[in-house]
């Protein structure tokens, strides 16, 4: 089955414009939640979805805002954006809640310049 | 407030020796915590992962312990081959599927072994 889906994979923006990027779940998985990776800061968790609705928040600026439809592919929007914005931007689709071994996409990879 | 740790940014170890990765935690309701592991242009991998009612997890050549009266765990890959070269993130989950139940992940450490 085919695994999660992130689109695009690359993506260049400037300052102040805003982007919205995309994941397709696993088949089945009703759980996708969204993290920034950067150097040297690991995994910064953004936000979890789970059957459309918002189920944990991570600590970041409200410019950050994501939702999830009802056939449970998500999107993450990003306003204004800032040079700090550039990042790995992975998705992970899991059964449900809380589930522990997730499963990631490749990312989007944003570079704001 | 970084509540998992992985305080060596990079290790390098000869082929067919012991990799050893560390990982410190914060939180006490913390009671599951997985390895994942990163390569290059792709998303992280699950490696392996322990339950707190346990201290220690095999699966093959990687092997994770758990101490929790420290707080800490570490990932033991023996013997060390040059493919495990990679990125290698650990993470920590607490109870429920609420704030407590999300996974908070590491800085990561990068492994590279040698031929």
């Known amino acids: 089955k085919a695994g999660v889906t992130q689109t695009p994979r690359y993506l260049i923006k400037t300052r102040g414009q805003q982007v919205t990027l995309s994941c397709s779940p696993i088949s089945g998985h009703r759980s996708v939640s969204w993290y920034q990776q950067t150097p040297g800061q690991g995994l910064q968790f953004l936000f979890e979805y789970f059957s459309e609705t918002q189920r944990n928040k991570g600590n970041f600026p409200g410019r950050f805002s994501g939702r999830q439809f009802s056939n449970s592919r998500s999107e993450m929007n990003v306003s204004t954006l800032e040079l700090g914005d550039s990042a790995l931007y992975l998705c992970?689709?899991?059964?449900?809640?809380?589930?522990?071994?997730?499963?990631f996409g490749q990312g989007t990879r944003l570079t704001v310049v | 407030d970084q509540q998992v740790k992985q305080n060596s940014p990079s290790l390098s170890v000869q082929e067919g020796r012991i990799s050893i990765l560390n990982c410190d935690y914060t939180?006490?309701?913390?009671?599951?915590f997985l390895w994942y592991k990163k390569y290059p242009a792709e998303g992280p991998t699950f490696l392996i992962s322990i339950s707190s009612i346990k201290d220690k997890n095999e699966d093959g050549r990687f092997t994770v312990f758990l101490n929790k009266s420290a707080k800490h765990l570490s990932l033991h890959i023996v013997p060390s081959q040059p493919g495990d070269s990679a990125v290698y993130f650990c993470?920590?989950?607490?109870?429920?599927?609420?704030?407590?139940?999300?996974?908070?992940f590491g800085q990561g450490t990068t492994l590279q072994v040698k031929p």
């Open positions: 993470a920590a989950k607490g109870p429920g599927s609420g704030n407590t139940g999300k996974l908070i």
């Open positions: 992970a689709s899991s059964l449900g809640t809380g589930a522990a071994g997730a499963f």
């Open positions: 939180n006490s309701m913390f009671d599951y």
